[in-house]
C-alpha cells in the first residue's frame, strides 16, 4: 500500500521504554492481555474513564502520572516476554475471557451488547459475514443483485453478497472505487472522523500514519480493499445507472444504463441495492447571476486542476467543511483570498487533526498482533455513544444558544477557545461565534490553522450576505462589488435529494422522487413502501453526528440487506416491500427524537433537514438501537408477493 505504509524503526533495535512514551495505555492494555493471555495485566487500578469531558476524553484514559508509569513498566514486561517466546500470534480467547479484556474498556455490558463489541474488534471473521451461503438455502433458484456505486458502502454490499454466494453487479459512474473519496479531489481534503473508525471491521490497517488520514490515503485503503478482496472484477466501472423500473409482471428491476461513451445497455435484476450515499450531488447558492461570471469557477467536489491559482484574486463562497479544508490550502499560493460567510461553524480544538500518530503507537500497530484492533475499538467504544449526551436536547432547559447544561458547558469551552486564538483580532472574533448550539450543525476540526489562515494580510473575512453575482465578482448586499479572478464553491450538496440523478419507478408506476416530494423517507432508511426488493444504503436519516462510525452504519444497513435476501430465498415470493404502517411508526418515533435533538431544533438551517425543515439526513438514536434494528427484517413489516 502507498501512502500510509512508511516503517517508523524496526522491531530488533526498538528501545520498548521509548516506544511506550507514545503508546495509548487503555487501548494496550488488552492488547497485551490478548496477545499473553494472561489477565492480570488488567489491573481495575489501570482501568481508563469512558466518560467524555466537553472537548473529549482525558489522555491516557485519564490515568495518573503514576498510573501510567505502572502501565508502562507493565506493558514493558509483557512485551519482553512475549519476545522470548519467540513472538506466537495470540489465541483465540474464550468468550469469557475475551468479555473480561473488553471489558476492562467498556465497563460491565449486558449480554445483548456483546455481538457488537466482537463486530468492532473484529477477530472473529467468520462471525462478521452471512452466516449462511446461498448453495445451502436455494441452490436452484436464480437471484440476481445490482449494486449501484463502488464507493464506501457499495464496496461492503459487494463484499457481503460475495460472501453468502448471491449473484451481483456493481455499476460505477466513476473509472474508480472511493465514491465522494475519488471525486473530492480538492487540496486539503482529508477525514474528520479517526481513520481506525472510518474503515471496514473486515478489513482494519495497522499502517495508518494519521489520526485523520488525507484523501489520498483513504482512497488507497478503498483501492486496496477492492483488490485484496477481489471485487475490481465485478464492478463495471464509466457505467451510469440512468433509470430503475420495476416490472410487476416478473417481480424483477430493469435498469438502464449508459456508458461513457454513450452507448446503452439494460440489465436485469431480482434486487437493487442503492449504494450512492447522500453527499455526491454539489449544492450551489441560490443567488442571481452565477452564470454571468466570467472567470474560472466550480465546486469543491468537482475540483479543476486545470487552473493555476497562484498570483490570482480568489473567492471562496462558504465556510462549511470542504471550504474549510480547501482555504487553508490555497491561501498561501493565491494574491487576495476572500472568504464569504454565511454562518460560522463551531470548530472543535484538535491538536493532532493533521500531525503523524507518533512512532512508538504507529510501531506497536505494526509488530504487536491486534494491537490496532484494540486501539480501534476503544475509540469504538468511547465516541459510540460518549458525545451524543452534547446534542441531546433538555425540555427543561431555556438559556438561549444551548440545549441542555452539557450542550452550554460545551459552548462555553468552544467560545473560551476562540476567544483566545483571536484575541489579537477582535473583528474576525466578532464573527467566529455562532448563535446556535453546538451539534445543530456540523462541528469542523482544527489544529489552529483555520485560525492563522484568517489572520493572514492577504485573507479577508466576508460576512455581509450575497446579493448577486456579476461578470467581475461578488456583490454583497451592502452594495460592494468584490472583484476576483476565480469563484470556489464550497456551499455543499443536495444532501436531501437521494438518488437524485436517476428515475426509479416503482409498483403501480410511482415514480420514487414523486413520492417522496422532497420529503425522503426509508424504513430504517433501507427500504421504501411501493418499490420492492430495492435497498438503500446511507440513506434518509442514517447520517450520524456525534455518535458512532458511518461506515459501521453502513456495515449494518448492508448485514441488513443481506438477511431480506436470505428471507425471500427461504420463501416462494418473489418480492418484499415495506409496508406503509411500519414506515410510518418508524417515522413517528425518528421524528420524535430528532426533535429531542440540537440539530432537531427549529430555526437552525443545516443540510441535515430538507426545505421543510424536517431533519432528513440523522440518526437520532442511539447507535445500539440501530444495531438492534438491522440483526433480521421483521416479517410483519413487509408484505410478500
Not at 1 to 23: C, K, N, Y
Request: aromatic share 10%; net charge negative; charged share 25%.
Amino acid at each position: 500500500m502507498t501512502g500510509e505504509d512508511a516503517e517508523p524503526f524496526g522491531l530488533d533495535e526498538v528501545d520498548l521504554e521509548q516506544v511506550m512514551r507514545d503508546a495509548e495505555l487503555p487501548s494496550l492494555l488488552p492488547a497485551l492481555a490478548h496477545l499473553l493471555g494472561d489477565l492480570s495485566i488488567l489491573d481495575d487500578d489501570l482501568r481508563p474513564t469512558i466518560s467524555s469531558a466537553p472537548l473529549g476524553l482525558e489522555p491516557q484514559g485519564g490515568l495518573s502520572e503514576a498510573a501510567q508509569e505502572r502501565a508502562r513498566r507493565i506493558a514493558v514486561q509483557a512485551l519482553r516476554a512475549w519476545v522470548r517466546q519467540g513472538r506466537p500470534m495470540p489465541a483465540t480467547p474464550p468468550p469469557d475471557r475475551l468479555r473480561r479484556m473488553m471489558e476492562f474498556i467498556t465497563g460491565p455490558v449486558g449480554e445483548e451488547y456483546l455481538p457488537l463489541l466482537h463486530h468492532q474488534l473484529g477477530i472473529f471473521p467468520e462471525d462478521d459475514g452471512p452466516r449462511w451461503h446461498k448453495s445451502a438455502v436455494a441452490p436452484d433458484r436464480p437471484f440476481t443483485v445490482v449494486v449501484i456505486g463502488a464507493g464506501m458502502s457499495g464496496l461492503a454490499a459487494a463484499h457481503r453478497l460475495r460472501e453468502a454466494g448471491i449473484d451481483f453487479l456493481a455499476v460505477e459512474r466513476h473509472e474508480e472505487v472511493g465514491g465522494v473519496w475519488w471525486e473530492n479531489r480538492y487540496p486539503g481534503c482529508r477525514l474528520d472522523t479517526s481513520n481506525f473508525s472510518y474503515s471496514y471491521s473486515f478489513a482494519q490497517q495497522p499502517t495508518w500514519r494519521h489520526q485523520y488520514s488525507t484523501r489520498e490515503a483513504v482512497l488507497d485503503y478503498f483501492r486496496r480493499v477492492a483488490s485484496e478482496l477481489g471485487l475490481r472484477e465485478t464492478i463495471r466501472f464509466g457505467t451510469r445507472v440512468v433509470s430503475a423500473v420495476f416490472d410487476e409482471e416478473s417481480g424483477r428491476w430493469r435498469l438502464h444504463l449508459r456508458r461513457r461513451d454513450g452507448s446503452a445497455e439494460t440489465v436485469e435484476a431480482d434486487a437493487v441495492i442503492s449504494a450512492v450515499g447522500q453527499l455526491n450531488e454539489p449544492a450551489y447558492p441560490d443567488v442571481p447571476g452565477r452564470d454571468r461570471f466570467r472567470g474560472p469557477a466550480w465546486h469543491t467536489a468537482r475540483w479543476n486542476d486545470e487552473v493555476d491559482l497562484a498570483g490570482r484574486r480568489v473567492a471562496v463562497i462558504g465556510t462549511g467543511a470542504s471550504a474549510f479544508q480547501v482555504i487553508p490550502e490555497i491561501a498561501g499560493k493565491v494574491a487576495e483570498l476572500k472568504v464569504f460567510q454565511r454562518t460560522p461553524p463551531w470548530i472543535m480544538p484538535t491538536p493532532t487533526y493533521r500531525a503523524l500518530l507518533k512512532p512508538g503507537l504507529r510501531w506497536l500497530f505494526r509488530h504487536v498482533p491486534h494491537c490496532h484492533r484494540w486501539f480501534r475499538f476503544y475509540q469504538f467504544w468511547v465516541n459510540v455513544e460518549g458525545r451524543r449526551q452534547y446534542c441531546v436536547v433538555d425540555p427543561a432547559w431555556n438559556k438561549e444558544g444551548s440545549v441542555s447544561a452539557r450542550n452550554e458547558a460545551l459552548r462555553q469551552e468552544l467560545i473560551s477557545y476562540l476567544s483566545n486564538a483571536y484575541a489579537d483580532r477582535p473583528d474576525l472574533l466578532e464573527h467566529a461565534i455562532p448563535d446556535y448550539p453546538p451539534y445543530a450543525k456540523r462541528m469542523l476540526r482544527d489544529d489552529g490553522t483555520w485560525i492563522r489562515t484568517l489572520k493572514r494580510d492577504n485573507v479577508t473575512l466576508v460576512t455581509d450576505p450575497i446579493a448577486e453575482f456579476t461578470e467581475h465578482g461578488v456583490v454583497t448586499e451592502n452594495g460592494t462589488l468584490h472583484e476576483t479572478d476565480v469563484i470556489i464553491y464550497g456551499t455543499g450538496f443536495r444532501a436531501s435529494d437521494f438518488l437524485g440523478n436517476m428515475t426509479v419507478v416503482g409498483r403501480g408506476g410511482v415514480d420514487l422522487h414523486e413520492q417522496w416530494a422532497g420529503d425522503p423517507r426509508a424504513y430504517l432508511g433501507i427500504t421504501v413502501p411501493r418499490f420492492p426488493n430495492l435497498f438503500l444504503l446511507y440513506g434518509p436519516n442514517t447520517n450520524l453526528v456525534a455518535n458512532g462510525s458511518i461506515v459501521m452504519f453502513s456495515e449494518l444497513e448492508v448485514h441488513y440487506v443481506v438477511e431480506c435476501i436470505k428471507t425471500l430465498l427461504e420463501s416462494p415470493h418473489r418480492t418484499m416491500e415495506c409496508r406503509p404502517e411500519a414506515l410510518e411508526r418508524f417515522y413517528q418515533r425518528i421524528d420524535e427524537a430528532s426533535a429531542r435533538m440540537a440539530y432537531g431544533i427549529s430555526g437552525v438551517r443545516s443540510w441535515y433537514k430538507n426545505s421543510a425543515g424536517r431533519v432528513t439526513q440523522n440518526w437520532p438514536l442511539t447507535t445500539f438501537e440501530f444495531w438492534r434494528l438491522t440483526r433480521r427484517p421483521v416479517l410483519g413489516d413487509y408484505e410478500f408477493r
